[in-house]
């Protein structure tokens, strides 16, 4: 059974953008802090529901997307962050699964799956 990811070890060496993998990592995670090139609030994505950890999830087109909260179940908010041009969008998801961000599309999105797109597509 895999390890959730708000349980996996969080990695002790330090990252720079384009090392950031594009896929998910099963083993660790990679904190906010560990990014080198972080914007300043970056790390304090869920401060305002009480989640002290960020952590890298993958990347999305040109987007690194990053996650404070757990995946399901409780409030979270996702931050895209570009990489070339550091332009930022979030998606704030609550417990019963509804959310809301603004996508590079300049719309709003209900969805979390239609914001994500909206990243691919940009």
Known sequence: MPVPAEQRPAT?????????????????????ERWVEAPA???????DFGVPLV????????FLLWRAGP??????????IAADTG???QFRLR??????GVGPDGRTHARF????????DA
């Open 12 to 32: 002790e060496r330090d990252w720079h953008t384009e090392e950031l993998p594009a896929t998910p990592q099963r083993d660790f995670l990679i904190p906010a």
């Open 41 to 47: 609030d970056l790390a304090s994505l869920g401060s």
């Open 55 to 62: 952590a890298y999830k993958r990347r999305i087109g040109r």
């Open 71 to 80: 995946a399901v179940g409780a409030d979270a908010r996702y931050a895209a």
């Open 87 to 89: 332009e930022a969008y």
């Open 95 to 100: 417990p019963d699964g509804t959310g809301e």
């Open 113 to 120: 799956r239609a914001w994500k797109e909206a990243l691919r």
